[in-house]
T-cell receptor, first 116, second 112 residues
Framework: DVKVTQSSRYLVKRTGEKVFLECVQD?????MFWYRQDPGLGLRLIYF???????EKGDIPEGYSVSREKKERFSLILESASTNQTSMYLC???????????????FGPGTRLTVL | QKEVEQNSGPLSVPEGAIASLNCTYS??????FFWYRQYSGKSPELIMS????GDKEDGRFTAQLNKASQYVSLLIRDSQPSDSATYLC????????????FGGGTRLMVKP
């Protein structure tokens, strides 16, 4: 069964703090994604990774960085949290191109981050 | 123009009725299409994927794809109150690798 987990369901941080959000998948997926979801703005891609140590910017990378040291783990880092980064953060993973259903993305449960 | 468009709703249907959710997309070369269901406060869960023109059925759900008209729809038969959620349409545009473009979602309310 598909399994994507995220380190926290709810997180409260203060402005200026460094925040780590972690995502782990046990499906041996190559691709991993970080989105944020805000009312009225839908799902927006922050960063994605198609291999260990590889990363690509999505639509809204400013204020974020990522790390992928192991295939199963993809971390999102807020270097200095700000109130406008209060949001629901969703991690997803998928197989690479060339296989069956390779573009199907499976989501983790999400982290609701509040920055005060 | 948004790449994937959905009516935000809410779409309200009585219990037992057919709910029809629609999605249009702009990239004519798109190959893969997905419907996700998202309950309030939860993450999206995959309902169906469709890759070819026509209908694809899975239980009470039917996805319909018309590439010539660039729309994809989701029909939910015998709608239940538990189907009340936001439904996200997602498309894999041409040359986008594994990226998906999501619509803003349609909120469905099934009234008992």
């Amino acid at each position: 069964d598909v399994k994507v987990t995220q380190s926290s369901r709810y997180l409260v941080k203060r402005t200026g703090e460094k925040v780590f959000l972690e995502c782990v998948q046990d499906m041996d997926h190559e691709n991993m994604f970080w989105y944020r979801q805000d009312p009225g703005l839908g799902l927006r891609l922050i960063y994605f990774s198609y291999d260990v140590k590889m990363k690509e910017k999505g639509d809204i990378p400013e204020g974020y960085s990522v790390s992928r040291e192991k295939k199963e783990r993809f971390s999102l880092i807020l270097e200095s949290a700000s109130t406008n980064q209060t949001s629901m953060y969703l991690c997803a993973s998928s197989f690479p191109l060339g296989g069956v259903n390779t573009d199907t993305q499976y989501f983790g449960p999400g982290t609701r981050l509040t920055v005060l | 123009q948004k790449e994937v468009e959905q009516n935000s709703g809410p779409l309200s249907v009585p219990e037992g009725a057919i709910a029809s959710l629609n999605c249009t997309y702009s990239d004519r070369g798109s190959q893969s299409f997905f419907w996700y269901r998202q309950y309030s406060g939860k993450s999206p869960e995959l309902i169906m994927s469709i890759y070819s023109n026509g209908d694809k059925e899975d239980g009470r759900f039917t996805a319909q794809l018309n590439k010539a008209s660039q729309y994809v729809s989701l029909l939910i038969r015998d709608s239940q109150p538990s189907d009340s959620a936001t439904y996200l349409c997602a498309v894999n545009p041409f040359n986008a690798g594994n990226m998906l473009t999501f619509g803003g979602g349609t909120r469905l309310m099934v009234k008992p």
